[in-house]
């Protein structure tokens, strides 16, 4: 039927960083008020960073016409994000870094789930196009700390109302007026 469309999305991604930071200083001492050296210290450090990511989601959407001047559309997608953070400080002795340090140190899992779904209606006319509708996210995050065997896991409803106007006023003249609510929510 003309006007009836039905589309299907795939979307994969993924990341991966890992970062090296070397600290290596050495502090000396001195007393204020004669000025003589009376200590110091060193310091060696490997701090190394392991990030991690990467996301699945499926849409599909619906689209058809309603009489010569109305068309509506309905979607759903579902997304899952994966992402990791391994953050490590070792200590170095002999030019090795072996020894980890768990006070300056975490790893953490986190998860996104993701259930999107919306609709739109739209009216369109020669001069006039006018388009309104809304979406739902349904969000559970799940943050792992590895290191402190916690697991805190969180809920969300959103809604992203969306509004769209475009008035022909000539032929290369045109009034639009957009809103588009989107939210996002905390990452690793």
């Known amino acids: 039927k003309e ?3 039905l589309s299907l999305v795939f979307q994969q991604d993924y990341n991966s960083r890992l970062n090296d930071n070397y600290d290596s200083t050495r502090n000396n ?3 204020p008020a004669s000025g003589i050296y009376s200590s110091s210290d060193s310091l060696n450090q490997l701090q190394r960073s392991n990030t991690s990511g990467e996301s699945y989601g499926i849409k599909g959407t619906y689209t058809d016409r309603i009489g010569k ?3 509506w559309s309905a979607d759903y997608g579902f997304k899952t994000t994966l992402s990791g953070n391994l953050f490590s400080t070792l200590m170095g002795h002999n030019g ?3 020894e980890r340090i768990d006070s300056l140190s975490n790893d953490y899992d986190f998860t996104v789930n993701s259930h999107i779904t919306g609709a739109v209606l739209s009216y369109n006319t020669r001069p006039l196009t006018v388009s309104v509708g809304s979406k ?3 969000t559970e995050l799940r943050q792992m700390n590895n290191d402190a065997h916690e697991e805190k896991r969180r809920s969300f409803i959103n809604f992203a109302p969306q509004l769209n106007l475009n008035y022909k006023m000539k032929q290369n003249t045109s009034l639009s007026v957009r809103y588009n609510g989107e939210t996002f929510q905390p990452s690793v």
Request: proline share 0%.
């Open 3 to 5: 006007g009836r469309t």
């Open 69 to 71: 001047k109305w068309l």
């Open 136 to 138: 739902v996210f349904i």
């Open 96 to 98: 090795k870094f072996e």
């Open 29 to 31: 001492y001195y007393d």
